[in-house]
């Protein structure tokens, strides 16, 4: 039997009488995209907030390599190999693609972020941040400020600044946010390059995404799990039908 990479056992946070999280379980195997779905508000940023260390549950563990990281700060669980892109683009837009990719890089290793500038300077931190780059197609755009790159461009700019930490997990909240169609269609490709080398937690409303990329999917309706299976099994759902995909999508 796989032993799961990451393990959430029964996480509840709660905002006064509103549960965010309401007791989820569930496990990412090694080298599997799992989605986590549901409508606005169900508690899906929470989620993983709790599984990066912003947020502290009330109760319940997060296990990660068989390791409870349940009271880690933030960056040791990054250095334990968790790594997270945000809903809303993080990137130093007045930094070039590179220096905010060894700015990554320098953090992984342990520097110090007084020295943000000299980063880039580094030999070894380039080096790192180059081939970040060149994972997610960027090499070529490597010295533009990312203020000045493409919305898409910046998505990918993201995951090589997530990929510069050299995870084991990558959390993805909700990558395709803001995306047309031909970003959509190239972030999609993109992802599914990383998927043979990653293990991934993806958070996305882009049903296309999700069924294009996903070995299993679980979703979660006002803090609550209501079921976790494969794209068909989650598909054909009657309860995940009623509660977010519609009944078109049967």
Known sequence: MVEP??????????????????????????GEIHAVIGPNGAGKTTLIHEITGLVAPDSGRVLFAGQDITRLSLPRRVRAGLARTFQITSVVPGFSALENVALAAQARAGSSFRFLRPAAAEAALNE??????????????????????????????????????????LLLDEPLAGA????????IA??????????????EHDMQAVFALADRVSVLVYGRLIATGTVEEIRGNPEVRAAYLGEDEA
């Open 5 to 30: 990479l990451l393990r959430l056992d029964a996480l509840r946070k709660h905002y006064g009488g509103l549960a965010v999280t309401d007791g989820v379980s569930l496990d990412v195997l090694p």
């Open 128 to 169: 790192a941040a180059m081939a970040a780059l060149a994972e997610v197609g960027l090499a070529d755009r490597a010295a533009v400020p990312a203020g000045a790159l493409s919305h898409g461009e910046k998505r990918a700019l993201e995951l090589a600044i997530a990929l510069a930490t050299r995870p084991r997990l």
């Open 180 to 187: 047309g169609p031909e970003e959509t269609e190239r972030l």
């Open 190 to 203: 993109l992802l599914t390059r990383l998927k043979s080398a990653y293990t991934i937690l993806l958070v």
